[in-house]
């Protein structure tokens, strides 16, 4: 049973993001237009509704261990993982703090929690709404920039392309982190298209920065993005010189906080002042290893990875020196070669032991690694899912298919606005790519990882399936307070 206070909860959920929905400030047949937007939200429920009730066994799964880390929080009060509790004692559940994973996610998740476990159905809401979230952002970005402050046949097909979106839609299933990820992006490019470009005042400066904050404390990745667009609230703008660096400097002051506050959190609790997480050593490790180098060694790209032998020696990585090669050669399966005494490490320790491992394997073979950011940055952008246990091939075949004509569509869009990308207007998006490529090329890379990227690109496609009606740099008011 849900109880009284999990579905206040969930009235309040839904009437706050109804109303934080993004309006569009409409220029032409204000009362069409606003049927249309109902028209994409409905149309959001529907189809994105329909997916998160028929999977909603799929929310047990805790791939990333988020379900956990809310599930502790919401217990013992701590962010953290599981510390064991003696029930025949009568002792309290403990938990021991991490810094394993972002704290916004997780934080959500714990206010999600019935009897402090995670309700699959109030997941499964969130998810819904910030799916249509996403949708309606679209829908408004698009209208702005190409279809002259109206709802036309691009925006609509923009919106469309993200609620029907193959990555999208399954990643809504799944207690991860690219639905909000996705959102808070959409949420972020929107505000810089409709808020700040035509009135870049100090309150829409300081708005932008906290939801460049909130993207971070989703997602480290969005640091590199705050980093890339604080300069650009200073050059996108014709103010006064005074003005604009008013408005960067206090941007950037309020990324500064929340990155600062994590960090600070993480030294009291984790003992290091991590201001990612702990995890990351783990992905640049997954990403350039022995293993994964032998496998692209042998070219076989139209095979997925076994990253099984991998997976066997990072399980034994407590036992030897993780820098030298005979480390990796070890047959760990082997239990005459698995003898030494495994050493205690805590959570920094393991995140820094799988930094010198992937430092060492770099320096190793650094042609290799170079090859690797290639196909990495290819992975990101591929049209093509991996053939895997449990994927059959007609899904493969039909996602690659869409894959291709979305592909092909952004680019005819991109060549539609031509030079105008380089306007302020879409710098948030460009700024975006370029993150995600810098980020993805050197750390562990697939298609899932371009999630935020998909409404941006959506844009795209629907300036090349229907010719823009409007395409013009969006500049400020000099004169804007």
Not at 134 to 158: E, K, M, N
Not at 302 to 319: K, T, V
Request: hydrophobic share 50%; net charge neutral; proline share 6%.
């Amino acid at each position: 049973m849900l109880g009284f206070a999990n579905i206040a909860r969930i009235k309040l959920a839904l009437s706050l993001s109804i109303s934080a929905l993004p309006m569009p400030h409409w220029t032409l047949s204000a009362s069409s237009n606003r049927m249309k937007f109902v028209g994409i939200i409905v149309l959001a429920l529907v189809v994105r509704g329909g997916v998160v009730l028929s999977n909603l066994d799929q929310f047990d799964q805790d791939p990333d261990a988020y379900r956990v880390i809310a599930e502790t929080l919401s217990e013992t009060g701590v962010f953290g993982l599981p510390a064991g509790s003696d029930t025949a004692a009568g002792t309290e559940p403990s938990a021991k703090p991490t810094a394993f994973r972002p704290p916004l996610y997780p934080y959500l998740l714990s206010w999600l929690t019935v009897d402090h476990h995670v309700s699959d159905l109030l997941v499964g809401l969130l998810h819904l709404g910030l799916g249509v979230l996403t949708a309606a952002c679209t829908l408004s970005i698009a209208s702005r920039l190409i279809d002259g402050g109206r709802v036309g046949i691009a925006s609509i097909l923009a919106a469309v392309l993200v609620i029907i979106d193959p990555i999208l839609v399954q990643q809504s299933t799944l207690v991860m982190t690219e639905t909000i990820a996705a959102a808070l992006a959409t949420l972020v490019v929107w505000f810089w298209v409709s808020r700040w470009m035509p009135s870049p005042t100090l309150a829409n400066a300081l708005m932008f920065a906290v939801l460049l904050a909130l993207a971070y404390l989703c997602r480290p990745t969005f640091l590199v993005w705050a980093v890339l667009m604080l300069p650009a609230i200073f050059f996108s703008t014709q103010s006064c010189w005074t003005r604009r660096v008013a408005c960067t400097f206090s941007a950037a002051m309020i990324v500064v906080l929340a990155v600062g506050l994590w960090t600070v959190r993480n030294w009291n609790a984790v003992g290091h002042p991590v201001w990612a997480t702990s995890h990351g050593g783990y992905t640049l490790l997954l990403a350039n290893n022995p293993s994964f180098y032998d496998y692209l060694r042998d070219g076989k790209f139209a095979e997925a990875w076994d990253a099984e032998p991998f997976l066997e020696a990072y399980a034994h990585r407590f036992q030897s020196d993780p820098t030298s090669e005979t480390f990796w050669q070890t047959d760990w399966s082997n239990p005459d070669e698995a003898t030494a005494a495994p050493r205690p490490l805590n959570e920094h320790e393991d995140d820094q032991w799988s930094y010198q491992a992937a430092k060492a394997t770099i320096a190793r073979e650094p042609s290799m690694f170079v090859w690797s950011c290639v196909v990495r940055l290819g992975r990101l952008w591929s049209p093509m899912p991996h053939h895997v246990a449990g994927r059959s091939w007609p899904p493969i075949v039909i996602v690659t298919l869409y894959y291709l004509a979305f592909w092909i569509a952004a680019l005819v869009g991109l060549y539609r606005i031509g030079r105008g990308i380089l306007t302020p207007a879409w710098w948030a998006m460009i700024t975006l790519a370029i993150t995600l490529s810098a980020v993805h090329t050197i750390y562990w890379s697939n298609l899932r990882m371009r999630s935020p990227m998909i409404p941006s690109l959506a844009v795209f496609a629907a300036a090349g399936l229907v010719r823009p009606r409007f395409i013009k740099p969006l500049l400020v008011d000099q004169d804007a307070d």
